[in-house]
């Protein structure tokens, strides 16, 4: 791994360009930033690192504002009022966290304006025209005005205390608890400037598979050492909250939510986290599910399980953050239909600091999915999606996936819940419902590994995420041309085929691991290679076979009124549309339909030669991207150049191991000859 990769998007190259750099001097020339806090103070240190490496020069910081000053950060109410009055339009357009940077002429000099309503929104702004600068852009030409449309925009550690990730792919979690919390590693404050520098404010240090150890004196003490890392970085801590607590590190005999003990035991542990860390945030509760303890170990529901913890964080404007991903083995009803059948009746039932966090799709975070029918159904609680940043079932950290492009699918779909136009996107931000908490949860990818991602360009999943957090209408082009511009080079010959080839890398694994709507036909436990075959598990709803049900009749999953009728989950416009062999996106066809393998697809090739075409291709496009990464060798030295080239190798095969393992068993029902173009297994 490459030692220049650990400082991610934030790498604050050199401007050769002698105009450019010119230019952003005299921008920079004389610098008042405000002295208000210990935020500003990061804002200050970030300059303060980034301006003489771009531009090689020291900046000169000004105590006052003066007629030479070029460049002030300052919050609105503090500015001069002839400032005051040159933003005033724009101001009225931003949110508590919010920025504009702005540009004008006073007495005839050239001044550049961040400015903002809270101490925030200049370390948001200050970041921002930092990437302006590293974008090559003519910032002094243009006018940023920019809010976040999501208020929590969150990273879930799934970080266990022995420091394994549950899930991660790159090394061990950053959390030296054995060390903390006296040893403050630079790493904290560097994951902290990553994450303050695209506008994520909030994380979930521990795993949602908890260990209650984590609410011991013991351990707050260490939160609490992180959370005043992140506070200056608008960074609010929150922990998993294990169920049963109570009994594991309270001495009760029970944890029931109704029982006075263990509500008084929740009150007080809240008081004692808020005594320490005034800023937490709250709990992220996993209950029942996949066998964690939960309210229905005492007969009572998810309502009371959350709302008994909404109540003790209240006072301290705590929020619960309660999964919704349930499904039993003691149910044989479709997995993908037991969260909305579970959580549907409680809508509006609780508490009003409950978040119900919702995965995207209603599976578990496939390749792709369609979205979770909760989604648009749920009018009166507001829901938190939850994107899974880490690649569990898409190559884990060696398979290059640019995920944006699958964030951006769902949060663009229309759920049709409230008539045409009722995208994901809107439901999240809270337009839609005019719900009062909005969220975004993503499962990071991060961790000790010297490029923090383990695949260089995972770095971008984590850049996409909270860029999508911040604007979930953000597209992912755009995002993708950030984050090479950020991270390699501005050169359009570099950026353009990189773009293109990120761009593509998601649809790449669809075809290669689960095209058509296929789904969970992953090896046992790992969920890493191809297990299409598996039919032993203890759980059936664990076996690949119960998700692809292929016989020699044909392949794919009845999810019709003539099989689970999971689509009466959704709207009506949608639930005939996709009932519809017709009318369904094809890429959704075999998760919703038992189709025989002649059945004919919209090119007219049968579903046989489909499947097996689509297999074939994503193994093409891998072999594209490897192409296109050759081409780019100029660009890169040779460290970079062979640490991707490397892993596409293995992701080449690997598309290959795909392909021929899941056509050789589909084969044994289908008995159909492979179709002109793709590859015989060797
Ligand atoms: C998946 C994953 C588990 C995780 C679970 C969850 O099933 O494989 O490791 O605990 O999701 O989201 O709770």
Known sequence: QNLNDYKLWLKYNKIENHDLSQAYSKTTNAVYIAN???IIKNAKRELSLALPQMLGTQVTYESSITSETTLIIDVFNNLPEDLKLAVKKNIENINKEGFIIQSISRNNTPLTIITSKEEIGLLYGTFRFLREMQMHENISAKTIVDSPKIQLRMLNHWDNLDRSVERGYAGFS????????EYIDQRYIDYAR????????????TNVNANALVLTPMYLEKVEALANVFRSYGIQVYLTARFSAPIEIGNLETADPLDKNVQEWWSNKAAEIYKRIPDF???LVKANSEGQPGPQNYGRNHVDGANMMATALKPFGGNVIWRAFVYSEHDDTDRAKQAYDEFL???????????VQVKNGPIDFQPREPFHPMFGAYKKTPLAIEFQITQEYLGFSTHLVFLPKLFEEILDIDTYQKGTGSTIAKIIDGSLYGNKLTTMAGVTNIGTDLNWTGHPFAQANWYGFGRLAWDPNLNSGQIADEWIRTTYTNDKAFVEPIKKMMLTSREAVVNYMNPLGLHHIFDTGHHYGPGPWVDDLGRPDWNP???HN???????????TSGSNALEQYAPFLEKAYSNTNTIPEEYLLWFHHLPWDYKLNNGEILWDGIALKYQEGVDQVDDMIKTWEAAKPFLNEEQFNEVHMLLQIQLKEAKWWRDACLLYFQTFSNLPLPKGVEKPA
């Not at 950053?174 to 919390?181: A, D, G, H, T, V």
């Not at 292929?550 to 019709?560: E, L």
Request: proline residues 4%.
């Open 550 to 560: 292929a016989d020699k009749n044909g392949i794919g999953f009845d999810r019709t």
């Open 345 to 355: 009746p409680y809508d509006g039932s609780f508490k009003d600091n409950v978040i």
């Open 174 to 181: 950053l959390w030296n608890w054995q060390k903390l919390p």
């Open 36 to 38: 208000i806090g210990d």
């Open 281 to 283: 945030g709250g709990f």
């Open 194 to 205: 990553a994450n303050a520098s695209i506008g994520i404010n909030a994380t979930v240090l």
């Open 545 to 547: 076979v119960y998700y």
